[in-house]
């Protein structure tokens, strides 16, 4: 396999052999030891405890508390009931200012709840919500804050904290990717008045599917507790409004195993993401979406943008690099505010997201991890570096061969009407 001199007709989209043999996905699950998971499974099985408080749940507790270095975790079922418990108990109405450029748990969690998204921009060098645009956004009506640390890249803490503060509005922190990762020294987790986490399969750390809610306000916490679980105080008493939230001993074995072995997981995903950093630092088309090496990363997420210059579009090559079994992804893509229920809103009301539209259209990210290899990696580069130079005479091939644009038009650019049905 020669991936630094190709021809046209190499490529697998054209009926070449793909450079890998086997798929390469943009966040494979990594896990621990298995013998770990056994011990633990075992525990719950000796014990016939599964779910409810039990051992392994409260362990797992203590030990991410711990190390996130937060007073009070509280394990869920998963990060979308993590946020919507967090909603719930904190009283949230009226409208909820978030980035567009987020997953779309949140917004849903809000229309749910009938409560209002709205949508703010975002740094066009982070991805991360503006704490500028943010302060715009502020009504008589703004019941929450809720930025993300998008792809591990902590946002403007101190930004959105000292706006909090000053207006008197609750603020939460979508945290999914912000596992392990500092802000100015400390651990995301105990900012703001809440901060939620994902440990979906496809986490930097996961329990299969689970979340939780950090924070430091230990009534909080008690109340965030009952309420995963029926808001049950005793055995039949129950204190308020609740849900099944709870997170199964079998997750939590999952996650006590993952927890054991995450350091080394860090340090492989480190140096994927160095070997990404070397190979691409000459490419002047391509900008890795770089870590700040002052702070702690988990290096999960490998976060790119092509230049405005590049000679074809990310669209292209990612349908090129999916042909080749590199499983690219175009993460996030195309925004909320360009999903349902929100793209079928009255022109009147959609958000004027200029920055978000931008990266949008150029940002993708590539295999990262423990699962990848700096080898996999730098031949990764030299793939994208190829496609790339060719890239005025692969679109060319592409559209000759009827494979289309993808998305020249995003969902919901809004076409003129001829004047005749007007
Ligand atoms: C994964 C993710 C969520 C949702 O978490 P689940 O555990 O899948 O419910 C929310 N926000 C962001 C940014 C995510 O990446």
Known sequence: MNLADRSLNDYAVFGGQPAFTSALHV?????????????????????????????????????????????????????????????AELGISGEVILPSFTFISTPHQLVSRGIRPVYCDIDPATGNMSAAHCERLITDKTGAIIPTHLWGRACDVDAFEHVSRRRGIPLIFDAAHGFDCSYGGRKIGGFGNAEVFSF???????????????????????????????????????????????????????????????????????????????????????????????????????????????????????????????????????????????????????????????????????????????QIAHEVCMLLDNIIKNGARLTQKLRAQGIPAADTALPGDRVPKPESMT
Request: with cysteine.
């Open 200 to 374: 979906h399969a496809t986490k930097s750390f996961h329990t299969a599917e689970g979340g939780a809610i950090t924070c430091t306000d230990d009534d909080l916490a008690d109340r965030l507790r009952r309420a995963r679980n029926f808001g049950f105080v005793g055995p039949d008493r129950v204190a308020g409004v609740g849900t099944n939230a709870k997170m199964s001993e079998l997750s939590a074995a999952m996650g006590l195993t993952n927890l054991e072995s995450f350091d080394d997981a860090v340090a492989q995903s480190r140096d994927v993401y160095l070997a990404y950093r070397d190979a691409l630092a000459d490419n002047p088309n391509v900008s890795l979406i770089p870590f700040n090496e002052q702070e702690s990363n988990n290096f999960w997420y490998i976060a790119l943008t092509l230049s405005p210059s590049c000679p074809i579009s990310r669209d292209d090559v990612t349908t090129i690099l999916r042909a080749e079994n590199v499983l690219a992804r175009r993460y996030f893509y195309p925004g909320c505010h360009r999903m349902e229920p929100f793209l079928s809103a009255p022109d009147a009301q959609q958000p004027d997201l200029p920055a978000t539209e931008q990266i949008a259209k150029v940002c993708f990210t590539l295999p990262g991890g423990p699962e990848v290899t700096p």
């Open 27 to 87: 966040n494979k699950p990594w896990v621990g030891r298995k013998q770990t998971f056994d011990a633990h499974v075992n525990t719950a099985w000796e014990n016939r405890w599964f779910s409810n408080e039990g051992s392994l749940q409260r362990t797992l507790e203590s030990k991410l508390a711990q190390r996130l270095g937060v007073r009070n975790c509280v394990l869920v079922s998963n990060g979308t009931a993590a946020m919507g418990l967090v909603l």
